[in-house]
């Protein structure tokens, strides 16, 4: 039954990433499940999507941006606008390196030497990064939101 339907373990994700999106928990466990049955192609396109709706839930949810504005923004762009400057660089490379990954996954033309259990590896040990920093990114606001500063306390 095992080489029928293969064991998959989906990764569990800190609870502050859940109360962000549970949307992009459901993609990247559908992207793991590819890629548990070797499908590397899809597996790639659906981390890239994956990444797409964490940065917009997280503008949303974490950030209060307008809906509007989240929507119009392609993943490029949102990279650009919400993790611009020194205090987001760790979220703007990994994120783009994730991005530039993934779309090589989704675009027709490859590259020549494209190799994509190699490159799905490197997406997603970028990935992983901006997970970290991310997760943290949102325990600090959390954290920053419930200081009282008048008490110094929480």
């Known amino acids: 039954m095992l ?21 992009f928990i459901d993609i990247y466990q559908q992207a793991e499940l590819a890629e548990s049955h070797n499908c590397y192609e899809l ?12 940065i917009k839930d997280y503008a949303l949810n974490v950030l209060h941006d307008n809906k509007q504005y989240i929507e119009q923004l392609n993943l490029n762009n949102a990279i650009e606008h919400y993790f611009k400057g020194k205090d987001h660089e760790i979220n ?25 259990k ?6 997603k040990e970028y990935f992983n990064i ?14 920053i939101n419930k200081y009282d500063k008048n008490s110094h306390t929480l």
């Open 92 to 116: 703007n490379i990994t994120a783009n390196i994730v991005r530039i990954n993934g779309n090589n996954f989704v675009h027709w033309d490859k590259p020549e030497d494209f190799n994509s």
């Open 130 to 143: 901006f997970l970290e920093v991310i997760t943290a990114k949102i325990k600090t606001k959390n954290i």
């Open 3 to 23: 080489m029928i339907y293969p064991d998959t373990s989906y990764t569990k994700f800190d609870e502050v990433i859940s109360k962000t999106s549970e949307k």
């Open 118 to 123: 190699k490159a799905l590896d490197t997406l």
């Open 43 to 54: 597996a790639g396109m659906g981390y890239r999507a994956a990444l797409e709706v964490l």
